[in-house]
Nanobody
Framework: QVQLAESGGGLVQAGDSLRLSCAAS????????MAWFRQAPGLDREFVAR???????YVADSVKGRYTISRDNAKNTVYLQMDSLKPDDTAVYYC??????????????????WGQGTQVTVSS
């Protein structure tokens, strides 16, 4: 199992940028896909972006062109750069690690390690 710790959330205005970080520990980070999900009040958890063990990124259509996911295996860290933020982006953002190595998915059930979440609030 891997331990994950997110940081970088906060309160910003529409149009601003934020970068979330997720530090991982406990297993071979470089062989696992990592992802970001978010959950707004009253809504289901939503896939945001994932980056495979092979460093291939994929982002949801709702954030395409505004969000970028990346990873630094030397630092065991995955990042989510969020630009042109909108009030609809307000949510708790969760970092997640895949259950199996060399496996890529956008389904929450395929991720077995989760961080505690970091709040992102975008005011209009």
């Amino acid at each position: 199992q891997v331990q994950l710790a997110e940081s970088g959330g906060g309160l910003v205005q529409a149009g601003d940028s934020l970068r979330l970080s997720c530090a991982a520990s406990g297993r071979a980070f470089s062989t696992y896909s990592m992802a970001w999900f978010r959950q707004a009040p009253g809504l289901d958890r939503e896939f945001v972006a994932r980056i495979s063990w092979a460093d291939n990124p994929y982002v949801a259509d709702s954030v395409k062109g505004r969000y970028t996911i990346s990873r630094d295996n030397a630092k065991n860290t995955v990042y989510l750069q969020m630009d042109s933020l909108k009030p609809d982006d307000t949510a708790v953002y969760y970092c997640a690690g895949a259950r199996k190595p060399y496996f890529s998915s956008i389904i929450a059930e395929d991720y077995g390690s989760w961080g505690q979440g970091t709040q992102v609030t975008v005011s209009s």
